[in-house]
């Protein structure tokens, strides 16, 4: 008899789970949403190393519309003033068939939904209650109706509702000490920096992200800035004091919709007191935002887990949990690193920075040992 596998929540790590199964006849599935639908509008960016993008090649993403893709050959470090620092080949990771990628959001979220049949999302429902019955798990919904499966994979993302309900205690994410802001801009508007690269903009406190998200000259643009107490984002306010201090030219960045939140991060990973009950993507755990890993390890994590309960595994859980630790482990390490170089105050600091920065990117054994490992 086929398998059943329930999976909470359709972001970058259901649909990717939910589509890696939808190819295999031995399991059937659903994928349960709050929401009332998918949002295919939104167009902020997503970056996606090559570790990502060979799993999602799997599934077709290969054929997808070259035109809604970007693919970075350099990353351009600059420092607040626009004085490029040096630049890092993205190429060296390529392999001819995965390439890093950027591109909108939506147009991966409408990827893998499309690839989907039509009945295997489900919206608008939310788990009040699971139980343990034999082997299987009754998930009982908000709505008054249930569902007996044999896994259940929670991917609800930082907040996790759903992880809170099933262990029966209080989980919550912190506070990174980060607001994030997002925006849209078009080649045009970033003469300083050179269009067709990914341009990190480095100054006190606040780094800003600029990539291209398709051919047609569309750039996204992403800001983190040190923000102590969460709460009252006045946007401008925030960057007025911070990025255009340093730099007033770089308002004409900052000319669009802007949108910003603050930023969140996973307390330790955790295993549920259920065996046959798995989490995946943010809700296993959350990244600092400064690796750009969040979506590639969610579409990892999905990778994971299908070929554990594709082999049957017997101790599914204690595999998963033991690989996905280490990944964490390794990443966070490097986010944290991350975030500490690209916000230097100090202009002594700064200097130092700048000089070994310039080494270590056309160092290969380095590169290979801090990005290879994440991107392999
Ligand atoms: C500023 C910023 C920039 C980033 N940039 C990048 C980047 O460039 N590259 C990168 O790899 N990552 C990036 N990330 C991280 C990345 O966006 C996330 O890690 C990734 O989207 C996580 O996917 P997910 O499917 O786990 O969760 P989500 O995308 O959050 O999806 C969760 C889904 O579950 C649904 N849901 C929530 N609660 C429930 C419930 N109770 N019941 C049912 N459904 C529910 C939600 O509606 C949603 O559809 C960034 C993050 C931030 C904050």
Redesign the pocket.
């Known amino acids: 008899m086929k398998k059943k596998v329930a999976i909470?929540?359709?972001?970058?790590?259901?649909l990717t789970l939910g589509n890696l199964l939808q190819n295999n006849s031995n399991f059937e599935f659903v994928i349960?949403?709050?929401?009332e639908t998918l949002n295919f509008d939104e167009g902020f960016?997503?970056?996606?190393s090559v570790n990502?993008i060979s799993i999602l090649n799997q599934i077709g993403f290969d054929q997808q519309d070259k035109n809604e893709k970007y693919f970075p050959s350099k990353l351009d470090f600059y420092s607040i003033n626009c004085n490029k620092i040096c630049d890092l080949n993205l190429d060296s990771f390529n392999s001819e068939n995965a390439k890093y990628t950027t591109l909108k959001?939506s147009i991966l979220i409408k990827f893998l939904k499309d690839k989907l049949l039509s009945n295997s999302v489900i919206f608008r429902?939310?788990?009040n209650k699971v139980e343990k019955i034999n082997e299987k798990i009754n998930i009982y919904f908000s709505d008054g109706l249930n569902d007996e499966v044999d896994y259940l994979v929670v991917?609800?993302?930082?907040?996790?509702?759903?992880k809170q309900v099933i262990e029966k205690k209080k989980i919550k994410p912190v506070y990174s000490g980060a607001v994030?802001i997002?925006t849209q801009i078009k080649k045009q508007d970033i003469l300083n920096f050179n269009s067709k690269n990914i341009s990190l903009i480095m100054g006190s406190d606040a780094h800003i992200v600029l990539y291209p998200i398709n051919q047609r000259g569309e750039i996204n643009l992403?800001c983190?800035i040190r923000k102590k107490s969460e709460g009252d984002n006045f946007t401008r306010k925030l960057l007025e004091s911070t990025i255009l201090k340093e730099n007033k030219n770089l308002i004409n960045l900052f000319k669009g919709d802007l949108k910003s939140w603050s930023?969140y991060t996973s307390g330790k990973p955790i295993k549920s007191i259920y065996e046959n009950i798995l989490y995946?993507?943010?809700?296993f755990y959350?990244?600092p935002?400064t690796m750009?890993?969040?979506?590639?390890?969610?579409i990892e994590s999905a990778n994971e887990i299908f070929k554990l309960i594709n082999n049957n595994d017997k101790s599914i859980q204690n595999k998963y949990f033991e690989n996905r630790v280490k990944r964490t482990n390794l990443i966070y390490k490097r986010s944290k690193i991350n975030y500490f170089g690209f916000h230097i105050a100090n202009p002594l600091l700064t200097i130092l920075r700048n000089f070994f920065l310039k080494r270590l990117v056309k160092n290969k054994n380095f590169i290979k040992s801090y990005l290879g490992k994440i991107y392999k």
């Open positions: 909470i929540g359709s972001g970058i790590a259901g349960y949403e709050k929401n960016g997503v970056q996606l990502g959001r429902k939310k788990i991917a609800d993302g930082v907040f996790s509702n759903t994030a997002r992403v983190i930023v995946i993507g943010d809700a959350t990244f935002p750009a890993q969040g979506a590639s390890q969610a």
